[in-house]
């Protein structure tokens, strides 16, 4: 009971603190208002002062406010469906920017020949691409008729025009300028964006680093194919490589597969109808089904 007391109490002191009711510098447990984030004592506890001053909570630091206020149906009278479609997509593009974080650190991991480290965070990316696939699952509850009640309010939107997956695409190492100019209602940062991605280097690029800094000539694809002859045929001697070469051959396969999966789905969902983004639909996705982020490291598994 005494414990609550003087816990409202400090709490009282942290209200009246946050409200300008107390000046800074007054005994209030040693916490100082400002309206810059601030750090001080609560019950013995550290407590954090977010930008707008308010002690942080589960909601405040999530900024689930924000979040949850994101979610604006096209359809009117409201689809039932639609909120799924929306959060569905959400949630990919939260991942597809962790995905970017992720790859953007180890493709600089390898620039600074820190190899555990590039492996490590290609395989936290593995996890993240095997649960994207499995979330058409929770998709494919939709069926087309219920898809069919709001699609015709998407077109011309279409997930064509996700530049995260893009830019995922690009970093990868498939770098396909013809994207960005087929992009419809880019906003100038989302173009910069793309410009950025197609100049740097990427993940294959910084792997040929690796290769180089490890002795390997990568001048020609003809040296390259004997570095890669190289490195298998000793892994006991180039660990660090050759389980770099198979984490990025898994981003591959498993770029492959969402691929693949999102066909499947699209069909159930629509047939061979034309997309909302102005394709023929099931047929382009299907003429990408083929792409390969390294090709040589496929072509490595027939010389073995
Ligand atoms: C009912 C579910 C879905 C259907 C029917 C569907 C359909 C399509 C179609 C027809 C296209 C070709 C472009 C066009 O003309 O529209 C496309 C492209 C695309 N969709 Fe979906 N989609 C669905 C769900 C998703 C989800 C959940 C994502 C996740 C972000 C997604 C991401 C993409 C991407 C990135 C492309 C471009 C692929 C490329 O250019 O290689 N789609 N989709
Ligand atoms: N392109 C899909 C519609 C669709 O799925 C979509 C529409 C708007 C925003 C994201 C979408 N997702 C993937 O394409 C279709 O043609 O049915």
Redesign the pocket.
Known sequence: MALQNEVSAASRAVVAVILGHVSSTSDTDGVQPSTDAVTGRWDGVEVHFGEEGGRLTYGSYLRLGQLLDQQRLESDPPAHDELL?IT??QV??LWFKQVLHELTASRDAMLSGQLWLAQHLLRRVHTIERTLTQ??DI?ET?TPQD?GEFRHRLSPA???Q?VQ?REIEFLSGAKDPSFVKRFRGLSDLERARLEQRLAEPTLWDAFLAVLEEAGFSTASEDDLRKALMQVAGDRGRHTEIWELAEALLQHDELAAAW?AR?VV??ER??GTK?????????G??RS?LDLRYYPLLWHLRTTL
């Open positions: 479609f569905i997509h990919y593009e979330q058409v998709l939709m898809f279409s997930g064509f996700s997956f691929r999102h789905m699209v969902m629509i034309p997309g909302t983004g102005g394709s023929s639909g099931a382009y996705l990408r």
